[in-house]
């Protein structure tokens, strides 16, 4: 009897960044497509993925909203941090030039990433639902003035002519993935440099934010990461969203995280795992 492959999902079809992220980090894995982040997380909260590979910040157009609210409700761990340098090409149709292309198709995001050069060649940007599937729909179309913007994995796949490379308004355009398993699987203390993602909710008293982070800088403990977002269309019920430098087991955080659980009306740790290198070439880690 062979031995079943352990799998990976992402969002998207077949071509996108995100499977190309899977590659990368799980060569040995089975890079599954989704068509939705919520199929990729049941898929893993069901036991039938071994893990998700999910975006979540973008260096040019920043944060993916929908991640940090299924985060906390999911149920699921981070156990990996992958960056991904996103180069982003302008595709179409065999025949076609940058003359008879007229629309851009692709993911909103990498529409935004690509918005001064898009302008410059005076075309119009149509919104896809992710930028390999826009891919595909400009290849079944066979349109000559449509183009996609994608990955050159994604033209290779649907048999698309690349009209312009690197067509990236930034040459930092990097994508931040994390990636998630059914069951927490933290990084030893001290063996390497950790970064701990966790979630809380401050009590509704004056100052709360100020007093709970304040743990933070009195311990010297870095924070490289602090979102905010409403819960249920509730004003006053905030949430926030964190990453911070350290293992909980090592003192400073470990004394940090207690003032803040004093501040905070829930607190949970979603995640400790392995910096990811890019973190130390970046400049953004010691």
């Given at each position: 009897m062979t031995k079943?492959?352990?799998?990976?999902?992402?969002?998207?079809?077949?071509?996108?960044?995100?499977?190309?992220?899977?590659?990368?980090?799980?060569?040995?894995?089975?890079?599954?497509?989704?068509?939705?982040?919520?199929?990729a997380f049941a898929a893993?909260?069901?036991?039938?993925?071994?893990?998700?590979?999910?975006?979540?910040?973008?260096?040019?157009?920043?944060?993916?909203?929908?991640i940090h609210h299924l985060m906390p409700t999911a149920g699921l761990h981070i156990v990996a941090e992958h960056f991904l340098p996103i180069r982003q090409q302008l595709m179409a149709p065999k025949g076609a030039t940058l003359s008879t292309v007229k629309t851009v198709q692709s993911h909103i995001m990498a529409l935004g990433q690509c918005r001064n050069t898009i302008k410059k060649l005076g075309l119009k940007p149509v919104i896809g639902a992710d930028t390999a599937g826009s891919a595909r729909q400009i290849a079944e179309a066979g349109d000559k003035t449509h183009a996609a913007i994608a990955s050159r994995l994604a033209a290779e796949i649907y048999g698309l002519v690349i009209l312009a490379e690197d067509i990236e308004d930034e040459t930092h355009n990097t994508t931040r993935f994390i990636v998630l398993a059914r069951a927490p699987d933290w990084l030893a203390p001290g063996k390497k440099p950790a970064i701990t993602t966790f979630v809380f909710k401050v009590k509704n008293i004056p100052a709360a934010l100020y007093k709970a982070l304040g743990g933070f800088a009195t311990n010297g403990v870095n924070m490289t990461k602090l979102e905010s977002y409403q819960l249920e269309g509730n004003f006053a019920a905030t949430q926030f969203y964190a990453d911070v430098e350290g293992h909980p087991d090592d003192r400073p955080l470990k004394l940090a995280l207690e003032e803040l659980a004093f501040y905070s009306s829930e607190m949970k740790i979603l995640g400790v795992y392995p910096a990811h290198p890019y973190r130390a070439s970046d400049g953004k880690m010691s």
């Open positions: 079943k492959r352990r799998t990976i999902v992402f969002q998207g079809e077949p071509g996108a960044n995100s499977h190309i992220a899977c590659h990368e980090a799980y060569p040995d894995h089975e890079a599954v497509p989704c068509a939705t982040f919520e199929d893993v909260a069901a036991g039938e993925a071994n893990l998700a590979m999910i975006p979540i910040e973008n260096s040019v157009a920043g944060r993916v909203t929908d």
